[in-house]
């Protein structure tokens, strides 16, 4: 039997129950310590470092400027992003992407597709966005998951991140537009 996705969106801080918090920072401290670039550089990490950062993102919430999109594997939390624009009416065309992760027993499941395919919608029907930018780690082959659902890298700011002495990542700038 096929695997069975839903989604979930978190458009406000009380969607983000104490349970869903638990599941998305298990999620974060278990993607971020298999080496995931999720918004840790530093591995490894636990819920004590992780909770707080979660729980401010979440306390963040709201339809037109912040959402968590949540993706259930079976009833499981498969992985999460997080969608954000700012609302300023300069840049408010575009949003950002950002904490893609998907847990380690589910790669290669289709997890992470969903979450693109998914946010690209609901960044364009729901949020009447035009574009998305996100920022990856450079070095661990990111570019070509993102490019293969249309985002194309832009620019890079080299050596950006420093992850420990004498290793330096470039941090990649990429697009998705139109939606």
């Known amino acids: ?43 490894p990490v636990d819920v004590a470092t992780v909770a707080p950062a979660l729980d401010r993102m979440a306390d963040l919430l709201s339809p037109d400027t912040s959402r968590l ?27 950002t992407v950002h904490h893609v992760q998907t847990r380690t027993a589910v790669r290669g499941r289709g997890v992470g597709r969903a979450l693109m395919t998914e946010v690209r919608r609901v960044a364009k029907e729901e949020m009447g966005l035009e574009q998305l930018h996100l920022a990856a780690r450079g070095g661990v082959g990111l570019e070509g998951f993102y490019g293969q659902f249309g985002w194309r890298e832009v620019g890079r700011w080299p050596g950006a991140l420093r992850l420990a002495a004498g290793d330096d990542r470039d941090e990649v700038l990429m697009l998705l537009a139109p939606l």
Request: net charge negative; charged share 15%; aromatic share 10%.
């Open 69 to 95: 999109l949540l993706v259930t594997l079976d009833g499981e939390l498969g992985g999460w992003l997080n969608v954000r624009r700012d609302a300023f009416e300069l840049i408010a065309h575009w949003g």
């Open 1 to 43: 039997m096929a695997p069975v996705l839903a989604f979930q969106q978190l458009t406000s801080p009380g969607d983000a129950t104490p349970r869903l918090r638990r599941a998305l920072t298990a999620c974060w401290v278990e993607v971020t310590n298999a080496g995931g670039a999720a918004g840790f550089p530093f591995a």
